[in-house]
């Protein structure tokens, strides 16, 4: 049971990139979510999926996308990077009843 | 604008000691408050949460205490160890059968030897 996975771990990328933010994860949770953690402010939500097939807008989802790929698995997209994405994020899943597990991160930076 | 407010920014104590940290909401919907606890280069783990009909939560050395009144909780942590160093997050969320958590800014624990 690995629980929640992210890749890749660190990722350099040049203004105008585009990449993915690939997670899964392995308890059978219905809610997942994508926050970036930045110096000083806490963790902020980007954007959520409360069950398969759903996704919706959170807190900072300007220069986002995402995708709930199955059950498992909820992708965030970088369009055209930009170096106020530089930042750690972080997918997390729910159990329900508040119990939320989050992921390793990974560690963006854009130039 | 920030809806959990958390304090203090970092906060230094000695082994056996009580740190305390504390923050405060503004939303009266909020009906869920956890606590996480984050190392190094680690994701967030939850640590203990709390809902507004109790006042008080405790579990193992960590305890939350809770005012609805004055919209706030803390965080207690009993004989603190120097494995407890680690930034302590709160948050904040409406429990709609999801969380959408509010996190408060984190506050940075060192508990000397």
Redesign the interface.
């Known amino acids: 049971n690995a629980g929640?996975t992210q890749t890749p771990k660190f990722q350099v990328l040049k203004t105008g990139q585009s990449m993915t933010l690939q997670c899964a994860q392995d308890m059978n949770h219905?809610?997942m979510?994508w926050?970036r953690q930045d110096p000083?402010?806490?963790?902020?939500?980007i954007y959520?999926s409360?069950s398969e097939g759903t996704t919706d807008k959170?807190?900072v989802p300007n220069g986002y996308n995402v995708s709930r790929l199955n059950k498992r698995e909820f992708s965030l997209r970088l369009e055209s990077a930009a170096p106020s994405q530089t930042s750690v994020y972080?997918c997390?899943s729910?159990r329900?009843a508040?119990?939320?597990?989050?992921?390793?991160?990974t560690r963006l930076t854009v130039l | 604008q920030q809806q959990v407010k958390q304090s203090p920014q970092s906060l230094i104590v000695q082994k056996g000691g009580i740190p305390i940290i504390n923050c405060a909401y503004e939303n009266t919907a909020f009906d869920y408050f956890p606590w996480y606890q984050q190392f190094p280069g680690k994701g967030p783990a939850l640590l203990i949460a709390i809902r507004p009909d109790v006042s008080e939560k405790k579990e193992g050395r960590f305890t939350i205490s809770f005012n609805k009144s004055a919209k706030q909780f803390s965080l207690h942590i009993m004989d603190s160890q120097p494995g407890d160093s680690a930034t302590y997050f709160c948050a904040a969320s409406i429990d709609t059968g999801f969380q959408k958590l509010v996190f408060g800014t984190g506050t940075r624990l060192l508990v000397s030897p």
Do not use: D, H
Request: glycine share 26%; net charge negative.
């Open positions: 929640v219905n809610s979510y926050y000083g402010m806490g963790l902020r939500l959520y409360a959170g807190e972080f997390a729910e329900g508040g119990w939320t597990y989050f992921g390793p991160g």
